[in-house]
């Protein structure tokens, strides 16, 4: 009675249905690669959706997302859109969207649109605004001021004040 194999279905298995992505969106949402902690990387490194860095990276780092682990190590600079730092970075980093974990330690540059440092965050070199960079265009002539300060000085020298 229960030991019937009448019932059972002896088509092959199929493999799942590949995710089913939303309309509209990029094919690379939802992926992402991870450098776990185990692995040393001697060299660039180049992703062009989510990166996890678990390990160390001995060379640049370019990606869309990176999240760092706390135990990584990267000697090298960083870019990306956004990123999460929480481990050891020696080299320039330029992101837009920067959020530096309490237990990150930058010594270098750092580039950025909006930034969190969360307390305890250590970095150790200069902060620049990237609209400070982008606002300033390139002109053929330089901007002449309104009013020089050489004007001023002279026109006001030798004068009393009344």
Do not use: W
């Amino acid at each position: 009675m229960f030991n019937s194999n009448r019932s059972r279905d002896d088509r092959p298995a199929m493999p799942p249905a590949p995710p089913v992505q939303p309309s509209g969106g990029s094919s690379k949402r939802g992926m992402f690669s991870v450098i776990g902690p185990d692995i040393v990387i001697t060299g660039n490194v180049k992703a062009s959706s989510e990166l996890h860095i678990e390990g160390r990276v001995e060379g640049d780092v370019d990606c869309g997302t990176l999240v760092q682990g706390a135990e990584s190590q990267i000697f090298g600079s960083v870019t990306a859109e956004s990123a999460r730092l929480a481990g050891a970075i020696e080299g320039t980093v330029r992101v837009k969207q920067l959020t530096v974990e309490r237990a990150a330690r930058i010594t270098g540059d750092v580039e950025y649109e909006n930034i969190t440092i969360e307390n305890g965050g250590h970095i150790d070199g200069r902060l620049k605004h990237m609209s400070a960079v982008a606002a300033a265009p390139l002109r053929a002539e330089p901007v002449q001021p309104a009013v020089s300060v050489a004007s001023v000085v002279s026109s006001n020298y030798g004068q009393s004040a009344a």
